[in-house]
């Protein structure tokens, strides 16, 4: 893939979540674009696995085990980045957990994990960062939201919530620091085929929640984690400088409609 532009040359990144997924596509097309990259999961083998395998290929990367909920474990990754490279550049708040349920089988203990996952987690990682970013007046923050985040949907009423706290959060710390130079948007996929949706038709109602959701989106099929990373990536960069605040649908025109 030597067509990608080397957008993000020497920027030093925090990627939380990488060891699958968006975040893993994340990793190595920031990897591609000349980043240098923490990593950061709670997966240690996959995570090592992906970090050795980035470095093979020349790129500067540390790996750090951590539970984004925690927050000196949330902090240790900002302070690799701040510590290995001198500053940084970029977060990507991506680490989060997609349960699929109603609210009538939902539990206080599904509620209480989404939410300190996707909701406390950005919250933490995002404050650590901005933090950072301060010493140098200026970084660029990207959060996961989702359609979901943006539009109401069947099964999706712990996740959801979560997801509207990407979005809002998003919004607030956009307004809160442009001004001191530090840009905040979010990408809010559609559905996307990663290793969480692959497990989905093993899950009571999974199989039907998923073939509904493929003919939802207008494009007629589900997004891939690289395409998701391309919009994260420009979001990241300097070609985004007058970008912040906003929730990029990245979806197939699902939100559109
Ligand atoms: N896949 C989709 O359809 C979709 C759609 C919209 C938004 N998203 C968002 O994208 C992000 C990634 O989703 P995905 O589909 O790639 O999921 P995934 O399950 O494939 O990957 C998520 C990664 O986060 C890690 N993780 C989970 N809990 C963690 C914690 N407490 N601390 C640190 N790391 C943790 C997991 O180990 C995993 O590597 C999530 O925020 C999700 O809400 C996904």
Redesign the pocket.
């Known amino acids: 893939m030597n067509d990608i532009p080397e957008r993000l040359a020497g920027k030093s990144c925090v990627i939380?979540?990488?060891?699958?997924?968006?975040?893993k596509a994340t990793a190595e097309r920031f990897a591609r674009e000349g980043a240098r990259l923490v990593l950061?999961?709670?997966?240690t083998p996959?995570l090592q696995e992906l970090g050795q395998r980035l470095a093979s290929s020349g790129s500067d990367v540390h790996t750090i085990t951590?539970?984004?909920?925690d927050p000196s474990d949330a902090r240790r990754m900002i302070d690799r980045a701040k510590n290995s490279y001198g500053r940084l550049d970029v977060l990507v708040a991506?680490?989060?957990?997609?349960p699929l349920t109603r609210i009538t089988d939902a539990t206080v203990e599904d509620w209480d994990q989404v939410m300190a996952?996707?909701g406390r987690?950005m919250f933490l990682t995002c404050k650590y960062a901005i933090e950072a970013m301060l010493s140098t007046h200026s970084g660029s923050i990207v959060c996961?939201?989702?359609?979901?985040g943006l539009a109401g949907q069947d099964g999706q009423s712990t996740y959801g919530p979560a997801?509207f706290v990407a979005s809002g959060l998003t919004m607030h710390l956009a307004v809160e620091w442009a001004k001191h130079g530090i840009r905040v948007n979010a990408v809010a996929?559609?559905?996307?085929k990663?290793?969480?949706?692959d497990r989905l038709p093993h899950e009571p109602g999974g199989s039907e929640y998923l073939s509904e959701i493929e003919q939802r989106h207008p494009i007629g099929r589900l997004g891939s984690?690289e395409e998701v990373s391309a919009a994260i990536s420009f979001l990241a960069s300097d070609e985004a400088s007058f970008i912040t605040g906003a929730v990029l649908p990245v979806d197939g025109g699902y939100l559109a409609q």
């Open positions: 939380t979540g990488s060891a699958h997924g968006i975040g950061s999961d709670v997966d996959a951590g539970d984004v909920a991506n680490a989060g957990v997609l996952v996707d987690g996961l939201s989702s359609i979901s997801k996929p559609g559905t996307i990663t290793e969480r949706v984690p």
